[in-house]
């Protein structure tokens, strides 16, 4: 069935493990959703100097698609002690506010749980306010805070 490009922008973004051809319009995904940040931090926030092809080759990186389009981003990775760790979460500026974060938060959580693992962990930088209201919000309650690789960072945590 045919659909005209009005509907499909009305379709929710799909969920979908990320591939190689994706490391392009992710690494400009992050860039971008990132860069408010360097001026308020002196320095490009970690997630926007990571090398996503690498990244993509792990298995690990959940990607939110329209069409062609990359919309949203999320990679997490186990960490020594049996939790995951949630490293990056970026949504473009024009998926913002429909509840796509959440999405790929929950995807994220799902494949921690479905690997074994029993807790979550994220942190976010301390002048990133929007993460900072999220996470409580979906269950994170905040560990500690301190200074960690030259950022101040804010931990949180979530049983799976």
Do not use: C
Not at 125 to 133: D, R, S
């Amino acid at each position: 069935m045919w659909m005209s490009g009005a509907m499909s922008e009305t379709m929710p973004p799909m969920l979908r493990p990320a591939v190689p051809e994706d490391v392009a319009a992710i690494t400009d995904l992050v860039v971008t959703a990132f860069a408010q940040y360097t001026p308020l931090i002196g320095k490009p926030p970690a997630p926007a100097l990571y090398d996503y092809a690498e990244i993509v080759a792990r298995g690990r990186v959940t990607v939110a698609v329209r069409g062609a389009a990359v919309l949203g981003v999320v990679f997490i990775y186990p960490e020594e002690d049996g939790a995951m760790m949630l490293d990056v979460l970026a949504v473009s500026e024009t998926a913002r506010g429909q509840g796509l974060a959440r999405r790929l938060i929950e995807a994220a959580e799902a494949q921690a749980g479905d690997e074994g693992a029993a807790l979550m962990r994220v942190y976010t930088n301390e002048v990133m306010a929007g993460p900072q209201a999220l996470y409580p919000k979906l269950g994170y309650h905040e560990t500690h805070r301190g200074e960690s690789d030259g950022y101040q960072r804010i931990h949180y945590e979530k049983a799976l």
